[in-house]
């Protein structure tokens, strides 16, 4: 089994499944168990500000959820910078950390925010072994490192050709 956690997984351009089609996924758990991750360029029409608001927290911003995945769409996560942490955060690597409790939006609502964070809405999970046979398949993912451009500063189609670009300079630099 390959140690596919802390990478990006970039469907192929083959890849047709509707769920995953030029999706970036960014996988922050992934062992015996199973795997886990957050689609990273499914931006959604939802405001966090209208959120929080509904859960009783002030906050002013034009941040929008993002559609992490089909599995538990009502969980919501965020994915941020490691040196920022709430009362259940979990570092994942790569400068990365993922949060999920009531505290995160009070620190939101407080200012206290990290450089770099998107919040979620539902994650991608995989069965043990399932998705190291869809890696291994000729029109499946695509494997690479992440970085902060690829991850925060993208979104949707452009995020997805800057991660096939990433992933092809790095198969490249492999053999230079």
Excluded at 111 to 136: H, I
């Amino acid at each position: 089994m390959q140690d596919y956690q802390g990478k990006l997984l970039i469907a192929h351009p083959n890849l047709k499944d509707g769920a995953f089609a030029h999706s970036v996924v960014y996988l922050y758990q992934h062992g015996e168990n199973g795997s886990i991750g957050l689609v990273l360029n499914r931006a959604t029409t939802w405001k966090v500000d209208r959120f929080l608001l509904e859960k009783g927290f002030d906050f002013i911003g034009p941040e929008v959820f993002y559609k992490g995945g089909p599995v538990n769409e009502s969980a919501v996560v965020m994915l941020h910078d490691d040196d920022w942490y709430s009362s259940n955060t979990m570092q994942v690597g790569n400068g990365l950390a993922i949060s999920s409790d009531l505290t995160m939006f009070e620190k939101l609502s407080m200012g206290n925010m990290p450089y770099n964070w998107r919040l979620f809405t539902g994650v991608s999970a995989w069965a043990p072994g399932q998705l190291d046979m869809e890696v291994g398949a000729s029109n499946g993912w695509q494997i690479a490192a992440p970085d902060d451009t690829i991850v925060f500063d993208q979104d949707g189609e452009r995020q997805w050709n800057k991660a096939i670009q990433l992933c092809s300079r790095q198969l490249i630099d492999q053999y230079i």
